[in-house]
């Protein structure tokens, strides 16, 4: 029985870990998809380009830390770039072109990754100082990388909490400056709170592929693996809504680890069954939605 | 515009004939497109003109395959009585999703089909009643009498094509009949201004209910064609990456259109085809000329040809059939 | 004159600012009802709730004696309610003729009709005509409907409002940013509608409200500051100096 406790219990903390990961992916996503309405498939590349050039880094020697921040400045760059020539524009146009271009970029980045790493899977270790694991009782050993996970994804979440809140442009996200009507008014610079905007969203993706990149394993295309379920959160928790994300991210991750534990066939299945159920009663989702478009 | 009924007309009839010119690899290639392009012709009744984006149509288009596999497999049932089956079964499919689909507005109907494709892809691919991740082979395609004139023998490589063509032939007409009917027309509003449409008295909900529910049974109908041609059925017909292509085909050929789709599926399968001998990199530039596509053409391939070609006879405000 | 529509305490909230404030009012068989007031007044609220675009919160409406609160914009239609939008929400990718047959479809009850051809039902084709001919649009009738003039685009969508044949008519601005000729032709158009329609007129332009209207609702916060004749309420010192004073 005692077996039975710490057994499920360590699915409980897998669960929760995995939803910290959905939710600091789904926060850009959200912030993206609620708050600038452009449908963003790529979203999920980023995170496998955060996770590679993680991955890149540690296999030229370079230390975790400096690894870490040279890929989210890659990353930056190259999102600022991104959002200049070719994310600006896509605000104004229809979702089917949207849906299109980033499907494109998925085309591409996948591409360029099996060129450059190749099809076969790769892994990162974890860190030797974080390679410890701490006791949970029972004389169960848990991996204390998979519990940091939890935690860098509570400080995330409250910093962006923080943004949002004391922010101006946190404060001009939340009131809408994306909205159509809102747009012209205010004199709010709409460009330059879109390429923060987006920066950050793509920043926190790749950053979720990093911290992930010891747990799950590496492979061109494992941004679509991810994001499927990070759309499931987004809709369930309401687009742009952080608190959304948040309990919507765990409610995801605990659902996807516990089914896979106890309906293994039915485990994929049954996320986008709870989704259906929730969006059938509320469609606007659990925290409602700010749809602007 | 006179050319625009020569050329279909002059497609079909070269279409007619492929089989008695071209080597058997071409027809295969012919009897590929031919189905991909009905299954985008399926979808551009929602993304052409309801302006409906769905991304979980590739769904459908695996249930219908599955269904046809699935019967043979299990039950023994002859895939031509399979047919009206596998259309069915994918309406119902389209027909549950599409009650909660319809709900929703712009970025969440994305979501939700491309969710609700997902499930059923997951329902067919974890499981082991449908073969799980290696699918169902059918075992033979199967004879029938037509109407006692002749037998028409779908493992015979010319007669399949031409139960694909003629197939092909009466949807592309039942697509043109429909957008040009009453119905059609609250669709062309549904994509155009759907609030206007409530205003004035129709229930929009109901009407792209139905939409959805003939695209996917559309889809079903390529699906089973093409469990037919290939003589299987596998989970990757029902993957959003399926869908991505479906939408891709349609765009490039130019949606809302009845010629775009059926062009798309032939440029985008001629593009795998040679481009993919080349190299094993093409999607890279499909994903490349994708974006510069969606950045700097407007509308697709056949509404580039009508308009290069009527450039000189061209008079203001006069609609385009 | 009976009342064909009446709303009882009809209340609309917007998060935390009420737009529509439990207004009780009606609208009296083959008027007139014209309803002006200051910007932000509620008026294009007051419009959506009597034509089910928007749901009220609080209160009920009545056309013809059935409660039609909380039913969505398509049933108000069915009972009778056409409306003209602020911002002008035609079909921009059909023709004008098309745009108003397809408004007319609503005559043929429902219109999953999938075999005979649109363009073939002379019905919808003589309903068009009918209405484009009242709007001075008929000549303009195989123009795609994005290449009209603003002026012509607003007649447009009078006429689809017209080709239902609705039996109350809600316009929203119809003389908003169009010329002088143009105002003279909409305010007879208007005037002419008394025969057949009840109608509800917003409008900034008190010279046309004045002449036309046979009562004049002022909305102010969204409740009905004065309502009545054109005379009385003119005479209402408060609404002088709160809106008409200006």
């Given at each position: 029985?005692?077996?039975?406790?710490?057994?499920?219990?360590?699915?409980?903390?897998?669960?929760?870990?995995?939803?910290?990961?959905?939710?600091?992916?789904?926060?850009?996503?959200?912030?993206?998809?609620g708050?600038?309405?452009?449908?963003?498939?790529?979203?999920?590349?980023?995170?496998?380009?955060?996770?590679?050039?993680?991955?890149?880094?540690?296999?030229?020697?370079?230390?975790?830390?400096?690894?870490?921040?040279?890929?989210?400045?890659?990353?930056?760059?190259?999102?600022?770039?991104?959002?200049?020539?070719?994310?600006?524009?896509?605000?104004?146009?229809?979702?089917?072109?949207?849906?299109?271009?980033?499907?494109?970029?998925?085309?591409?980045?996948?591409?360029?990754?099996?060129?450059?790493?190749?099809?076969?899977?790769?892994?990162?270790?974890?860190?030797?100082?974080?390679?410890?694991?701490?006791?949970?009782?029972?004389?169960?050993?848990?991996?204390?990388?998979?519990?940091?996970?939890?935690?860098?994804?509570?400080?995330?979440?409250?910093?962006?909490?923080?943004?949002?809140?004391?922010?101006?442009?946190?404060?001009?996200?939340?009131?809408?400056?994306?909205?159509?009507?809102?747009?012209?008014?205010?004199?709010?610079?709409?460009?330059?709170?879109?390429?923060?905007?987006?920066?950050?969203?793509?920043?926190?993706?790749?950053?979720?592929?990093?911290?992930?990149?010891?747990?799950?394993?590496?492979?061109?295309?494992?941004?679509?693996?991810?994001?499927?379920?990070?759309?499931?959160?987004v809709i369930l928790g309401g687009l742009g809504s952080?608190?959304g994300?948040?309990?919507?991210?765990?409610?995801?991750?605990?659902?996807?680890?516990?089914?896979?534990?106890?309906?293994?066939?039915?485990?994929?299945?049954?996320?986008?069954?709870?989704?259906?159920?929730i969006l059938y009663l509320r469609p606007e989702g659990l925290f409602g939605a700010r749809i602007?478009? | 515009?006179?050319?625009?009924?020569?050329?279909?007309?002059?497609?079909?009839?070269?279409?007619?004939?492929?089989?008695?010119?071209?080597?058997?690899?071409?027809?295969?290639?012919?009897?590929?497109?031919?189905?991909?392009?009905?299954?985008?012709?399926?979808?551009?009744?929602?993304?052409?003109?309801?302006?409906?984006?769905?991304?979980?149509?590739?769904?459908?288009?695996?249930?219908?395959?599955?269904?046809?596999?699935?019967?043979?497999?299990?039950?023994?049932?002859?895939?031509?009585?399979?047919?009206?089956?596998?259309?069915?079964?994918?309406?119902?499919?389209?027909?549950?999703?599409?009650?909660?689909?319809?709900r929703t507005r712009g970025i969440y109907?994305?979501?939700?089909?491309?969710?609700?494709?997902?499930?059923?892809?997951?329902?067919?691919?974890?499981?082991?009643?449908?073969?799980?991740?290696?699918?169902?082979?059918?075992?033979?395609?199967?004879?029938?009498?037509?109407?006692?004139?002749?037998?028409?023998?779908?493992?015979?490589?010319?007669?399949?094509?031409?139960?694909?063509?003629?197939?092909?032939?009466?949807?592309?007409?039942?697509?043109?009949?429909?957008?040009?009917?009453?119905?059609?027309?609250?669709?062309?509003?549904?994509?155009?201004?759907?609030?206007?449409?409530?205003?004035?008295?129709?229930?929009?909900?109901?009407?792209?209910?139905?939409?959805?529910?003939?695209?996917?049974?559309?889809?079903?109908?390529?699906?089973?064609?093409?469990?037919?041609?290939?003589?299987?059925?596998?989970?990757?017909?029902?993957?959003?990456?399926?869908?991505?292509?479906?939408?891709?085909?349609?765009?490039?050929?130019?949606?809302?259109?009845?010629?775009?789709?059926?062009?798309?599926?032939?440029?985008?399968?001629?593009?795998?085809?040679?481009?993919?001998?080349?190299?094993?990199?093409?999607?890279?530039?499909?994903?490349?000329?994708?974006?510069?596509?969606?950045?700097?053409?407007?509308?697709?391939?056949?509404?580039?040809?009508?308009?290069?070609?009527?450039?000189?006879?061209?008079?203001?405000?006069?609609?385009?059939? | 004159?009976?009342?064909?529509?009446?709303?009882?305490?009809?209340?609309?909230?917007?998060?935390?600012?009420?737009?529509?404030?439990?207004?009780?009012?009606?609208?009296?068989?083959?008027?007139?009802?014209?309803?002006?007031?200051?910007?932000?007044?509620?008026?294009?609220?007051?419009?959506?709730?009597?034509?089910?675009?928007?749901?009220?919160?609080?209160?009920?409406?009545?056309?013809?004696?059935?409660?039609?609160?909380?039913?969505?914009?398509?049933?108000?239609?069915?009972?009778?309610?056409?409306?003209?939008?602020?911002?002008?929400?035609?079909?921009?990718?059909?023709?004008?003729?098309?745009?108003?047959?397809?408004?007319?479809?609503?005559?043929?009850?429902?219109?999953?009709?999938?075999?005979?051809?649109?363009?073939?039902?002379?019905?919808?084709?003589?309903?068009?005509?009918?209405?484009?001919?009242?709007?001075?649009?008929?000549?303009?009738?195989?123009?795609?409907?994005?290449?009209?003039?603003?002026?012509?685009?607003?007649?447009?969508?009078?006429?689809?409002?017209?080709?239902?044949?609705?039996?109350?008519?809600?316009?929203?601005?119809?003389?908003?940013?169009?010329?002088?000729?143009?105002?003279?032709?909409?305010?007879?158009?208007?005037?002419?509608?008394?025969?057949?329609?009840?109608?509800?007129?917003?409008?900034?332009?008190?010279?046309?409200?004045?002449?036309?209207?046979?009562?004049?609702?002022?909305?102010?916060?969204?409740?009905?500051?004065?309502?009545?004749?054109?005379?009385?309420?003119?005479?209402?010192?408060?609404?002088?100096?709160?809106?008409?004073?200006?």
């Amino acid at each position: 029985m005692d077996e039975l406790l710490v057994s499920a219990f360590v699915q409980v903390l897998n669960g929760f870990q995995l939803g910290f990961l959905y939710f600091m992916f789904a926060i850009g996503l959200s912030l993206i998809l609620g708050v600038m309405g452009v449908v963003n498939l790529a979203h999920g590349s980023f995170y496998m380009l955060g996770a590679y050039l993680f991955y890149a880094g540690l296999q030229a020697g370079i230390p975790p830390i400096l690894a870490v921040l040279a890929a989210l400045a890659s990353i930056v760059a190259l999102s600022a770039g991104l959002e200049k020539t070719i994310f600006r524009s896509l605000r104004n146009r229809s979702h089917l072109d949207q849906v299109l271009l980033t499907y494109g970029l998925i085309l591409i980045a996948n591409e360029l990754i099996t060129m450059i790493w190749g099809p076969t899977i790769r892994s990162v270790d974890v860190p030797e100082v974080l390679s410890g694991s701490i006791s949970i009782g029972f004389g169960r050993e848990y991996p204390l990388y998979r519990v940091l996970v939890s935690v860098i994804g509570l400080t995330v979440g409250v910093g962006v909490w923080l943004l949002l809140q004391f922010t101006r442009i946190g404060i001009q996200v939340r009131a809408g400056v994306f909205d159509r009507e809102m747009t012209s008014a205010l004199g709010v610079d709409v460009n330059r709170v879109s390429l923060l905007v987006f920066g950050f969203g793509i920043a926190l993706a790749a950053f979720a592929g990093i911290v992930a990149a010891p747990i799950l394993s590496l492979y061109p295309g494992m941004g679509e693996t991810i994001l499927i379920p990070a759309i499931m959160v987004v809709i369930l928790g309401g687009l742009g809504s952080l608190k959304g994300a948040f309990v919507a991210g765990i409610v995801v991750g605990m659902v996807e680890t516990l089914g896979r534990v106890t309906i293994p066939e039915l485990s994929n299945v049954t996320i986008y069954l709870v989704v259906a159920a929730i969006l059938y009663l509320r469609p606007e989702g659990l925290f409602g939605a700010r749809i602007s478009k | 515009m006179k050319f625009q009924k020569i050329i279909p007309a002059g497609v079909f009839a070269a279409l007619v004939l492929l089989p008695f010119l071209a080597s058997p690899f071409h027809m295969d290639m012919a009897i590929r497109i031919l189905i991909l392009a009905m299954l985008a012709l399926s979808l551009d009744l929602l993304v052409g003109h309801a302006k409906m984006i769905s991304l979980g149509h590739a769904a459908f288009f695996g249930i219908g395959a599955y269904t046809v596999a699935l019967l043979a497999d299990k039950a023994g049932v002859p895939p031509l009585l399979a047919l009206p089956l596998s259309v069915l079964t994918a309406m119902t499919a389209a027909f549950l999703v599409g009650i909660l689909a319809v709900r929703t507005r712009g970025i969440y109907f994305v979501l939700i089909t491309l969710a609700f494709s997902q499930v059923f892809y997951y329902l067919i691919h974890d499981s082991a009643f449908t073969g799980g991740s290696d699918g169902i082979v059918l075992m033979e395609r199967g004879s029938f009498d037509l109407l006692g004139l002749l037998v028409v023998n779908l493992d015979e490589e010319r007669d399949l094509y031409f139960f694909v063509l003629v197939l092909t032939a009466i949807v592309t007409t039942l697509l043109y009949l429909l957008i040009h009917s009453p119905f059609g027309q609250i669709v062309k509003g549904i994509g155009l201004n759907a609030s206007r449409l409530e205003s004035v008295g129709f229930d929009t909900r109901r009407y792209a209910l139905v939409t959805f529910v003939i695209a996917g049974g559309g889809a079903g109908l390529a699906g089973y064609l093409f469990a037919l041609h290939q003589i299987f059925a596998d989970p990757t017909l029902l993957s959003w990456h399926m869908s991505g292509q479906i939408l891709i085909m349609l765009v490039l050929g130019g949606s809302g259109t009845l010629v775009g789709p059926i062009l798309g599926a032939l440029l985008i399968t001629l593009l795998e085809e040679y481009l993919g001998a080349y190299t094993s990199n093409w999607k890279l530039i499909l994903g490349i000329v994708l974006v510069l596509f969606v950045l700097r053409v407007r509308g697709g391939v056949w509404p580039w040809i009508v308009r290069t070609a009527t450039a000189r006879g061209r008079r203001d405000g006069k609609v385009q059939p | 004159m009976s009342a064909i529509l009446t709303a009882d305490k009809l209340t609309r909230r917007f998060g935390g600012l009420t737009a529509i404030n439990s207004v009780t009012w009606s609208l009296k068989k083959g008027e007139i009802h014209a309803v002006i007031g200051p910007n932000g007044a509620g008026k294009t609220t007051f419009l959506n709730l009597l034509s089910g675009v928007a749901r009220p919160n609080g209160g009920t409406i009545e056309i013809n004696g059935t409660r039609l609160d909380g039913q969505s914009a398509h049933v108000f239609a069915r009972h009778g309610v056409g409306r003209s939008f602020q911002r002008t929400n035609i079909f921009d990718g059909m023709t004008v003729a098309e745009n108003v047959k397809t408004a007319a479809l609503v005559h043929l009850g429902h219109a999953f009709r999938f075999v005979r051809p649109f363009a073939g039902y002379k019905s919808l084709e003589e309903e068009a005509e009918r209405a484009l001919s009242l709007v001075g649009l008929l000549d303009r009738r195989h123009r795609l409907a994005h290449t009209l003039s603003y002026g012509e685009q607003r007649m447009l969508e009078i006429a689809m409002v017209l080709a239902t044949r609705p039996s109350i008519v809600l316009l929203d601005e119809p003389m908003a940013g169009i010329g002088y000729d143009e105002t003279r032709h909409v305010t007879q158009l208007i005037a002419g509608l008394k025969h057949d329609h009840s109608v509800v007129l917003i409008e900034h332009d008190l010279s046309a409200v004045f002449s036309l209207a046979d009562r004049l609702t002022v909305l102010v916060n969204g409740a009905v500051a004065a309502c009545g004749s054109v005379e009385e309420v003119r005479a209402d010192t408060a609404v002088q100096k709160a809106y008409l004073g200006e």
